[in-house]
């Protein structure tokens, strides 16, 4: 009897052993496969990362990659008719709805910053933004130091004076700031010479440009500000998502497919008003891709 009891416990043993990974899941993926189902939080207008098209169905640069992880999410959890649901949401609700379960990815334009690593886990970055100016091409203004004396829009809630005065050149000159209710009245401001400049994100200011009534009047000029990487928003310490998500993100950096889908939404007619943003990739997204990181902005 002994033996028989022996011989059971060491196939029980091997058993377990051979059991599959997911067998043992826990966190994000325990709830995808509990559920039968993943929610992906999308923007309604952040383009091109993530945003509605003409049929409202979120698209974007970030939704093609964020595709590719629920590929890579269906392969390891052996689920290939997975039901994927979208869930809308904002730069306010974003962090809670992932801390609560809402929704389990986060495919938009939202800044891995050391801050946000306290509530909220993100996977490498797929694209670094930097703070930079839009300004008229007959302003004259080309750099920091032609701003003295000029007046310079942002939008109510951002700081361009001090992002100026972090820069080096920005020490020495003063600007007058003055703020627009949202991006597109800080932009009017630029477009009517009530502003010398524009300080933004630089691929915000080139959907601006790229949507304007002339966009060859307008131009992205000086340094960065502030580079901010991009990244998949996921719930805080949870491993086995991340390592998904990020060796899919990696995979197509290495592979080229990501430089590909950059230049379908940066460097073509994206939908739905066939806008061409003519936003080349920069030193930063270049170095992302070559190095990924999950590193946070300070």
């Known amino acids: 009897m002994r033996k028989s009891l022996t011989a059971l416990a060491l196939c029980l043993s091997v058993a377990g052993l051979a059991a599959p990974a997911h067998a043992q899941l826990t966190g994000t993926l325990q709830k995808i496969k509990d559920s039968g189902a993943i929610t992906i939080g999308h923007r309604e207008s952040s383009v091109p990362f993530s945003y509605l098209d003409a049929n409202q169905k979120p698209i974007g640069y970030a939704m093609d990659l964020c595709a590719k992880a629920v590929d890579a999410i269906k392969a390891e959890l052996k689920l290939p008719s997975l039901q994927v649901n979208y869930q809308a949401v904002t730069s306010q609700n974003r962090i809670p709805l992932m801390q ?6 986060e495919c938009g334009s939202t800044t891995n910053s050391v801050a946000r690593q306290q509530q909220v886990g993100f996977s490498v970055a797929y694209f670094v933004t930097s703070v930079r100016m839009a ?3 007959d302003s004259g203004v080309k750099d920091i130091g032609d701003l003295n004396g000029k007046p310079v829009v942002t939008t109510t809630g951002t700081t361009s004076d001090q992002l100026i005065k972090m820069n080096e050149k920005g020490k020495t000159i003063d ?3 003055i703020y627009g209710k949202d991006h597109a009245d800080s932009f009017l ?3 009517s010479a009530r502003a010398a400049a524009f300080v933004m994100d630089d691929i915000l200011l080139a959907g601006l440009i790229a949507s304007s009534k002339n966009p060859a009047n307008f131009e992205i000029v000086g340094p960065s500000l502030r580079d901010e990487p991009y990244a998949v928003m996921m719930r805080k310490d949870d491993a086995p998502i991340k390592a998904i998500v990020d060796k899919t993100l990696t995979g ?3 592979s080229g497919e990501a430089e590909k889908l950059y230049a379908k939404w940066f460097m073509n007619p994206i939908p739905p008003r066939n806008v061409n943003l003519n936003f080349p990739m920069s030193a930063a997204v270049k170095a992302a891709f070559q190095n990924p990181t999950d590193k946070g902005v300070e």
């Not at 609560?100 to 990815?105: A, S, Y």
């Open 100 to 105: 609560n379960g809402t929704i389990d990815l």
């Open 135 to 137: 300004v008229r091409k």
């Open 175 to 177: 600007v007058r700031n």
């Open 189 to 191: 401001m630029v477009e």
């Open 252 to 254: 197509l950096m290495k």
